[in-house]
């Protein structure tokens, strides 16, 4: 918004207005990415004032959280005094240091934002949003609904305000009680300027006031905004337009404004007395403000530091084996990086990569009797192919405690007397001993294990829409080949290629998909596990890939898996396909695995307080994953949480380090790609993934009353798109305080090895990548692949590192560590 | 047999009591003691119950624990068991057993754990003495304990806006169902010339007599307890309050107003059957009642896109049938009804965040496009209307404020012009007129005298409406509260002449809780300068301790059975004679306002977003 704007352009505020609004897919949908989007064109810590100066929000810790984490040493000294020295200049150390530790601020947070609005209150007594929310919520709510109510909007088809407006010529009623407003809405008097014509009267205001409105709700607004642009994030489709939002609410204050006053009310601009600030004036710093930058760039560096530290420190090759017995690739994901650790711990001639989850196989997944498709692969890409299940075996299980008859009166009648009963034998057993439900949502659920997959097209014309159905042999080339580049597997194939996608289970879970794979769009990853795996098995696929020189051996078989990282558990598919002697090695392979599980089981239970970590692993992991299907359980498993870091390299990097389950790891060989090629799609997607997850983290961590959800406890189901609390509350876009309370806020480090000019060209690539990285959303650090020497991204350009940690304690026995704490570790040297 | 009833509050009480003073980071404490005595409770309560049903399930009374007593008035307490108790006992002790394990976990390192366990331990204490109270008295020390404790727990979330404020919404609601049975005891009473036990109740004949030439009054105590149930169980016109009370965490919502404390209406009427079982009419009011309510409701509870307001419609209209049920005389029926639902609503609410992923399941897999018709027809345009109504809550929500609130709300304003000082000086006048007319009662004829009282409650009344609508000076709106009850005492003393302790009884708890409620102001003005009424501070995030004594202090001023005021209020009420209905209309009415407007400075200083911005704080919209 323009400052100043002399005329109201209504296309051009809206614009910029959904801009700024939350956008958060449907909880179908749940896509983690940076709540702070419209301020990702400005500098990280300009974006931070600039968002808590004019919306509100609170963007960081809290000045007494940072002392705090100093005096518990989590924040280092000497990291700080050189994150003081470096900002503020070695001669001001002391003084600076002084500010950091002791001076008092006053840090009440005042915003921009509701400042003209709030003029109703002040001048006129008269309190809008309660008069208006609770309607505007509902009407919208019952509009969007999905499959909550039993009597849907009768009018739909024909967007929001046509079909308010359809309803209101058809019917008896009014939702208004002004005999003028409905006349407005009838007679087609109610452009957005005409109606703020009367409530404002004040050209120069309209904007301001606009953003006021929308921002007293900004869940409802964005969800509307981003079903406008997104109409097939509805399963139900619903047409509906921030435009019609808008027109409706302003109906409804000046509904609301009538009754109270009848026609004795002037508009604002008559009454209103001081003009208040714009909001996207620009806004001054302050040393507070500096003092918090300060503390947060020292919190992150503390930890960043003895990462880097470690990787100077831990053994660089000690030896290369060339007959692997199995080789596993896993997704990036954070919650990976410690089940690959125990893989590798119980079998050292095995090898295991990180590569996103969905494996370079996009497509639209349509399982057996499913009206719709779903989409597996990153949210942004949008595929040309449709994978199908077929001959499925198992049957679908219903639950009569969620049937709608149990609200209708006579049928509830005859239900709350018989089913009534029996919901107390259920919930009886489900606190005592819960078990697997029908409404438990599980990753094995998925897709049916015994199922087969529509992979292979044979015909280019076999289509159904515009979706191709499966993949030609050349296609599927292209994606072995370009997979098992990027990775760095060429050679040296073992008998056995896992792929393992992954998923989550829970039950009594609003925020189920942001449980599931992000590469796979909040999904399990399990078909395009099994959809590459026969890809790559696929014999035609071989013998091309075979004349580009990438040798796949024939006794080498890859494998679908998925691996449930709620309840640590793992299902193989297809199994029946593999030869004899891979029977065997699989049979053994599978021993390993159920021993990962347990220890993974265990090291997970350390944060779960309530679960006795003690434990053998065995029993551990039984009461892992009963929390899977206990109601009561609102924390089945932690998610991102803790996620700090994203290592794009060899294994070697890091796999001596105990990192705490919290690093996204890539496999990357830069020896097979010296030109970058891969490593620009690499890095393509680390920023909207690793980083709108990280960065999901961080805000709803530091705000979670505005930018994340609050506690869920609370929380009640809208129309199956959103949660709010109580019945007339907004919607709460952002994370539940359940999914956040032990993550540190800090950015993402992410640490590439190869050459600084390769990143450096990889990274410019595109605008969009390069914006998370000069802006400072994410930190980047190169590590030179030969002496290992560490340069980070600043200003653009690469500058040397010397980490101040200088040694770092080793481990080698796992367990008792685990046993120690449940708060979060230091980085350790690991002995394998 | 008798003596174990007794047990069945006593345990409760000291979980309740225990849990008070655990310390409150001990989370495995908490939830140990309050689920083992609930479980104590429920093995007791099986073993008991086993015991009464081979012994050919007995009506058992324990008599009177008197609590108070003086020449011609007495204050008693009374047990009672029979089928109805031990189906409700049953079911509010199984199920709060059940939850407490639930929220054990569920709640784990929620701010307000402690606070949580203790308001769900204080709720099922009143819930225990509500089921097995013998007289009204009883009843009524339960049903305000129920009171309060919703208000706690619909109020948890504290720190948001939205909760406090639907939390005043209901405690308005439950405090209109409390004047029901004030009046109700007060009128019965007078017919009784006791304090009536339930069990005498039963008795045909003896009601059958004193009801011949007193049909009216009958007709009135039913019509009061009628009132009275209907609010507690959301009937029409108050049923938009249910939904609005799903603001705590799942587990309270769901056992509370899914289950248990909804269907406290129907147990009133239950237990008052054997009352108004003759007086046709009555019975008659209450099945309409009962089926408006549960039409209005299914069809509200059909477009709601909310999970809880669904189920909480739904259930609404299935106590509409237990009206329906009770007043054709289908007692067990009513009984089994009642067990079925409240299971069945609170299974539903618990799972309720799992509609997503199984109606977006099913949804995937059986969807079905609706299709388009465009017709102009006359059931259409019917159809569309009762859409808007059912989607508008039938404007039971508005008509409760425009008809209810907003006449309060604008006396107030009407007196907007008066300061302290003014006051001051009106209140002076009227209390030195008061006591020399008092004292100079003999030469004032009849004519003026007998209007004196309702004089003098009307003062009162007015007080308490400056009291509610103050939005200023804090000081004044609690002194104002004060000068109410001194009114009322003023107003009562004319009717009869009592002794003195009387009044010193129930004026020695309105002055202590009074100065009480002066003393945590000065603490919270000397730490924050400024401290109005203007809208929610929000003081409770910094100062919990302070908030929780000031919470007492309201209490003891509204008469809550901590303090002597409570049994004074009874006694004010017996002083009140049959024919004065004016007097007691305003009483009441000052009684309503009284604890309203106590609750209102109690949310707007401590409760709601805090004013200090040095943290994360919820939009108002949240």
Not at chain 1, 496 to 510: K, P, Q
Not at chain 1, 543 to 572: C, N, S, Y
Not at chain 2, 29 to 54: E, N, P, R
Not at chain 2, 185 to 214: D, G, R
Request: with cysteine; charged share 20%.
């Amino acid at each position: 918004m323009k400052n100043n704007q002399l005329n109201f352009n209504e296309h051009e505020v809206l614009h910029e207005l959904k801009h700024y609004l939350p956008a958060q897919a449907p909880l179908k949908d749940f896509i983690h990415h940076n709540t702070l989007h419209a301020f990702q064109h400005l500098k990280f810590y300009d974006a931070l004032k600039n968002a808590s100066e004019i919306f509100g929000y609170k963007t960081t810790l809290s000045l007494n959280d940072y002392r705090v984490l100093y005096s518990n040493g989590r924040i280092n000294n000497t990291v700080l005094d050189k994150v003081i020295s470096d900002k503020k200049g070695i001669s001001n150390l002391v003084e600076w240091k002084l500010k950091l530790l002791q001076q008092n601020y006053d840090y009440a947070l005042d915003s921009r934002i509701g400042k003209l609005k709030a003029n109703w209150k002040n001048l006129y007594k008269f309190d809008m949003d309660a008069m208006v929310h609770p309607m505007l919520f509902r009407t919208v709510g019952s509009y969007l609904d999905q499959g909550i109510a039993i009597w849907n909007f009768p009018i739909h088809h024909k967007g929001f305000l046509s079909s308010i407006l359809e309803l209101e010529r058809m019917s008896y009623g009014s939702i208004f009680n002004s005999k003028r407003v409905k006349k407005l809405l009838l007679n087609n008097e109610h452009s957005i300027a005409n109606l703020l014509n009367i409530l404002i009267g004040d050209e120069t205001l309209y904007a301001q006031y606009l953003y006021d409105q929308q921002f007293a709700h900004q869940g409802w607004s964005g969800m509307v905004s981003f079903v406008e642009d997104n109409p097939k994030a509805l399963l139900d489709p619903k047409d509906i337009s921030l435009h019609d939002f808008i027109v409706f609410e302003l109906l409804l204050e000046i509904n609301a404004l009538d009754n109270q006053f009848g026609n004795h009310w002037k508009p604002l601009k008559e009454t209103i007395k001081t003009i208040p600030i714009p909001l996207f004036e620009p806004i001054k710093t302050t040393e507070l403000k500096e003092v918090i930058m300060l503390w947060q760039d020292s919190f992150e560096w503390s930890y960043y530091d003895q990462v880097l530290a470690g990787i100077k420190l831990s053994k660089s090759k000690i030896e290369v084996k060339t007959s692997k017995s199995f080789q596993a690739l896993f997704c990036i994901d954070d919650r990976e990086c410690s089940i690959r650790r125990y893989v590798e711990h119980n079998d050292e001639n095995c090898e295991t990569f990180g590569t996103p989850g969905f494996f370079g196989v996009e497509f639209y997944y349509s399982p057996k009797n499913g009206k719709f498709h779903t989409k597996l692969c990153p949210a942004p890409v949008n595929p040309k192919y449709l994978i199908r299940e077929i001959n499925t075996k198992g049957n679908k299980d219903n639950d009569a405690h969620y049937s709608k008859h149990s609200h209708s009166l006579l049928s509830g009648w005859i239900i709350s007397q018989t089913l009534g009963f029996s919901s107390a034998f259920k919930l009886a057993i489900n606190i005592f001993k819960p078990t697997m439900s029908p409404a438990t949502t599980s990753s094995f659920k998925h897709m049916d294990k015994f199922s087969q997959l529509t992979i292979e097209n044979r015909n280019v014309n076999q289509k159904e829409g515009d979706l191709q159905v499966g993949f030609t042999v050349d296609e599927m080339v292209v994606r072995v080949d370009a997979l098992l580049h990027s990775i760095g597997l060429i050679e040296n194939f073992a008998p056995l290629v896992y792929l393992f996608g992954h998923g989550a289970s829970s039950i009594n879970n609003t925020h189920y998909a942001g449980y599931d794979c992000g590469a796979c769009s909040g999904r399990p990853g399990s078909v395009n596990a099994r959809v590459m795996s026969f890809m790559a098995n696929h014999k035609k696929v071989r013998e091309i890939l075979a004349l580009k020189g990438l040798v796949i051996p024939e006794t080498t078989q890859f494998i679908g898996a998925l691996h449930d990282t709620t309840r640590d558990e793992m299902e193989f598919y297809d199994e029946d396909l593999l030869q004899e002697k891979n029977k065997e090695l699989h049979e053994q392979n599978k021993l390993n695995f159920n021993k990962a599980l347990h220890e993974n089981s265990k090291e997970r239970s350390r944060r779960f307080i309530l679960t006795n970590t003690k434990q053998k692993a065995e029993k551990v992991h039984e009461d892992v994953k009963l929390r899977s299907v206990s109601l009561f359980e609102p924390r089945p498993e932690l998610n991102h949480a803790t996620n700090a870091l994203c290592i794009v390299g060899q294994r070697d990097l890091t796999k001596n380090m105990f990192l705490d389950r919290r690093s996204f790891l890539n496999s990357y060989d830069y020896r097979i790609d010296l030109e970058g090629k891969y490593l620009t799609n690499i890095l393509k997607p680390i920023g909207p993934v690793c980083g709108g997850i990280n960065l999901e983290y961080y805000f709803s961590r530091v705000d979670n009353q505005k930018l994340g959800a609050g506690t869920k406890l609370p929380h009640n189901v809208m129309g199956l798109i959103g949660v709010a609390n109580g019945i007339d509350g907004d919607l709460r876009p952002g994370l539940p305080s359940q999914m956040i309370e032990v993550h540190d806020p800090i950015r993402l480090l992410l640490i590439v090895e190869h050459f600084p000019e390769i990143i450096l060209k990889a990274i410019n690539d595109s605008p969009e990548t390069y914006q998370w990285y000069i802006n400072e959303w994410i930190h980047l650090v190169s590590v030179n692949p030969i002496d290992r020497k560490l340069q980070i991204f600043k200003e653009g350009v690469f500058v040397n590192y010397k980490p101040q940690t200088e040694e770092l304690k080793t481990i080698s026995e796992l367990n008792t560590l685990i046993e120690s704490t449940e708060e979060n570790f230091p980085v350790y040297l690991y002995n394998n | 047999m008798e003596k174990i009833i007794q047990l069945f509050i006593l345990i409760p009480l000291l979980g309740f009591l225990i849990t008070l003073v655990i310390h409150r980071f001990n989370e495995k404490l908490i939830s140990f003691v309050s689920f083992t005595s609930l479980g104590i409770s429920l093995a007791l309560f099986s073993g008991f119950v086993l015991f009464w049903f081979f012994n050919g399930a007995p009506v058992l009374n324990q008599k009177e624990i008197v609590i108070f007593q003086t020449a011609n008035y007495e204050f008693l307490l009374d047990f009672y068991f029979d089928k109805i108790t031990a189906v409700y006992l049953f079911v509010g002790t199984f199920l709060t057993f059940l939850v407490t394990i639930y929220s054990r976990y569920y709640l784990h390192r929620e701010k307000g754990y402690k606070r949580f366990f203790n308001t769900v331990m204080f709720f099922y204490l009143g819930y225990c003495i509500t089921v097995v109270s013998g007289n009204f008295e009883t009843l009524f020390i339960g049903w305000e304990i129920l009171g309060i404790s919703s208000f706690l727990l619909i109020s948890f979330y504290r720190e948001r806006y939205l909760p406090v404020k639907n939390a005043i919404k209901v405690f308005s609601i439950y405090r209109i169902g409390d004047v029901g049975i004030l009046l109700a005891m007060w009128m019965s009473h007078h017919l009784w010339n006791e304090n009536i036990t339930f069990l005498k109740l039963n008795n045909y004949e003896l009601v059958h007599e004193h009801l011949q030439n007193h049909s009216w009054v009958g007709v009135f105590i039913s019509i009061m307890i009628l009132i009275s149930a209907a609010a507690k169980s959301a009937q029409f016109p108050f049923s938009s309050w249910l939904p609005r009370a799903m603001e705590g965490p799942t587990p309270s919502s769901a056992i509370f107003y899914g289950s248990l404390s909804v269907h406290m209406g129907v147990f009133l009427l239950l237990r008052t059957f054997s009352f108004w079982e003759h007086q046709y009419s009555v019975r008659v009011i209450i099945a309409l009642l009962g089926i408006v309510t549960a039409i209005i409701s299914t069809l509200t509870a059909r477009v709601q896109s909310s999970v809880k307001s669904q189920i909480a419609y739904a259930s609404i209209a299935q106590i509409g049938l237990i009206f329906i049920e009770i007043s054709l005389g289908f007692e067990s029926l009513a009984l089994f009804h009642f067990a079925g639902n409240a299971f069945l609503r609170t299974y539903q609410l618990l799972v309720s965040p799992s509609v997503v992923s199984y109606l977006i399941r099913e949804q995937f897999y059986n969807f079905i496009p609706r299709k388009n018709i465009a017709e102009d027809s006359l059931p259409k345009r019917i159809q569309y209307t009762i859409y808007m109504l059912s989607l508008k809550e039938w404007n039971l929500d508005w008509f409760m404020f425009k008809f209810v609130w907003m006449p309060i709300k604008n006396v107030g304003r009407k007196m907007n012009f008066l300061n302290f000082k003014a006051i001051a000086i009106i209140f002076s006048i009227i209390l030195i007129g008061g006591l020399l007319a008092l004292h100079y009662e003999y030469h004032i004829p009849y004519k003026i005298h007998r209007f004196l009282p309702e004089m003098f409650g009307l003062f009162g009344l007015l007080f308490v409406i400056k009291s509610f609508t103050e939005r200023k000076n804090v000081f004044l709106s609690w002194t104002l509260v004060l000068m109410n009850n001194i009114m009322i005492s003023l107003s009562v003393s004319f009717n009869e002449h009592f002794a003195y302790t009387h009044t010193l009884l129930y004026l020695s708890g309105i002055f202590a809780a009074g100065a009480l409620g002066y003393f945590c102001f000065i603490i919270l003005k000397k730490r924050e300068q400024q401290i109005d009424l203007n809208q929610f501070y929000g003081h409770s995030y910094k100062y919990p301790r302070l908030a929780f004594l000031f919470l007492l202090a309201c209490l003891g001023l509204s008469g809550f059975p901590i303090s002597p005021t409570f049994i004074g209020e009874d006694l004010i009420f017996t002083h009140i004679q049959e024919n004065q209905a004016w007097l007691a209309l305003i009483v009441s009415i000052s009684f309503i306002i009284d604890g309203l407007a106590l609750m209102r400075i109690y949310s707007r200083l401590f409760l709601g977003p805090h004013i200090k911005r040095f943290h994360d704080v919820g939009f108002r919209s949240s």
